[in-house]
């Protein structure tokens, strides 16, 4: 006798209620309860994101930047669907209307994942690839117990930043430049 996994769509997704702290993502169908956040996890994903907001409005940058938890639909049948917990996207991905009610076509050029200590290596490589493999063309992997971050523009392009270095926007936000200390106060 097997047992067959009941797979969900994107849409169900969307239309699951939320409530009692639980966060979910969609991986090849499959729904993945994820649990509420820790105290340094939020710090450190607020800090990016404001970084990136505001260095996007002082440059009047065209896009759009998306807090934590925001969906991104990077694959269809079975349906995938990840949520960083910041991200930006380019302007001209949304010329042909506002951005959606719904969850958002394709990869953010611009993927940022705090690690929480009940990540596995394991689950971080793999997000990781899914980004850059859904075409990502950055991906930030902040570490709030280390205090550091690592930096994907792909596979093989990978930088490993302490307190002491600096966090750049290259390619997808020329010019914006954060010191990796001050993420995590």
Same mark, same amino acid.
């Given at each position: 006798?097997?047992?067959?996994?009941?797979?969900?769509?994107?849409?169900?997704?969307?239309?699951?209620?939320?409530?009692?702290?639980?966060?979910?993502?969609?991986?090849?169908?499959?729904?993945?309860?994820?649990?509420?956040?820790?105290?340094?996890?939020?710090?450190?994903?607020?800090a990016?994101?404001?970084?990136?907001?505001?260095?996007?409005?002082?440059?009047?940058?065209?896009?759009?930047?998306?807090?934590?938890?925001?969906?991104?639909?990077?694959?269809?049948?079975?349906?995938?669907?990840?949520? /960083?917990?910041?991200?930006?996207?380019?302007?001209?991905?949304?010329?042909?209307?506002?951005? /959606?009610?719904?969850?958002?076509?394709?990869? /953010?050029?611009?993927?940022?994942?705090?690690?929480?200590?009940?990540?596995?290596?394991?689950?971080?490589?793999?997000?990781?690839?899914?980004?850059?493999?859904?075409?990502?063309?950055?991906?930030?992997l902040?570490?709030?117990?280390?205090?550091?971050?690592?930096?994907?523009?792909?596979?093989?392009?990978?930088?490993?930043?302490?307190?002491?270095?600096?966090?750049?926007?290259?390619p997808?936000? /020329?010019?914006?430049?954060?010191?990796?200390a001050?993420?995590?106060?």
């Open positions: 006798m097997t047992t067959q996994k009941t797979l969900i769509t994107a849409e169900q997704l969307l239309a699951m209620p939320t409530g009692m702290g639980e966060r979910y993502e969609l991986i090849a169908g499959e729904l993945i309860t994820m649990p509420p956040s820790g105290g340094q996890h939020g710090v450190s994903s607020v990016v994101a404001h970084a990136i907001k505001s260095f996007v409005l002082a440059n009047r940058i065209p896009g759009v930047v998306f807090g934590a938890e925001t969906g991104f639909w990077l694959h269809h049948g079975p349906d995938t669907v990840r949520a /960083p917990d910041a991200a930006f996207v380019r302007a001209e991905r949304f010329a042909r209307g506002p951005v /959606p009610a719904g969850f958002v076509e394709g990869a /953010p050029e611009l993927v940022v994942e705090a690690v929480s200590p009940s990540d596995t290596a394991a689950e971080v490589q793999a997000k990781t690839e899914a980004w850059l493999d859904a075409g990502a063309e950055l991906v930030w902040l570490y709030p117990q280390t205090r550091s971050v690592t930096a994907f523009k792909s596979r093989s392009d990978i930088r490993v930043l302490s307190g002491a270095d600096t966090l750049t926007g290259e997808v936000l /020329p010019g914006f430049s954060v010191a990796v001050d993420l995590f106060r």
